[in-house]
């Protein structure tokens, strides 16, 4: 079972968890993606709380870049084939735990760098392998709110919920 209260870093995969897995090209050739804005108050509530967010994604794109800056992510990690080996790196070079991490993520690719989270979750149009492995599968799929269902449970498990939403929205 996860300790919600250590969690001060989330990884978050981008296609099929912040999207819905679908890669759209335009006639220039630009990789275009669709987010769910709903992930935004996982986003903000997270770093409310003083949660760190490490985007890991296998592919380079500039909408990711341009909605992760709009998030406000501290870490935006593309194009990384092996993320398990990077995560590694990252834990070692930043002095993270296990018990400090938690992990959103939905298809094999993310399967070995879960196993250096203590906590994982995941949308439920996730692969089989994830919904076996998650501490908590969201109601949501993929690209359809699930980043802030799973942030929102984390939150109220730990109690700061409702105070990080009065600070974000002004409530």
Request: proline share 1%.
């Amino acid at each position: 079972m996860a300790d919600y209260g250590k969690i001060e870093y989330f990884v978050i995969d981008v296609d099929g968890t912040m999207t819905d897995a679908g890669i759209y090209y335009d006639d220039s050739g630009n990789e275009l993606k669709k987010f769910c804005t709903k992930d935004a108050a996982g986003f903000f509530t997270a770093h409310a709380v003083g949660m760190k967010i490490i985007v890991l994604t296998g592919r380079e794109c500039k909408a990711v870049t341009r909605r992760m800056q709009e998030m406000s992510v501290e870490y935006i990690c593309q194009n990384i084939k092996d993320k398990k080996n990077f995560l590694i790196s990252f834990l070692k070079e930043h002095g993270i735990e296990k018990e400090q991490l938690g992990y959103i993520g939905d298809d094999l690719n993310d399967l070995p760098a879960m196993s250096l989270a203590g906590f994982v979750g995941c949308p439920k149009d996730s692969c089989e392998e994830i919904l076996e492995r998650a501490d908590y599968v969201s109601d949501y799929c993929g690209g359809s709110g699930a980043v802030r269902d799973i942030i929102c449970h984390v939150l109220k498990e730990r109690g700061q919920w409702d105070e990080a939403i009065r600070q974000v929205y002004k409530l």
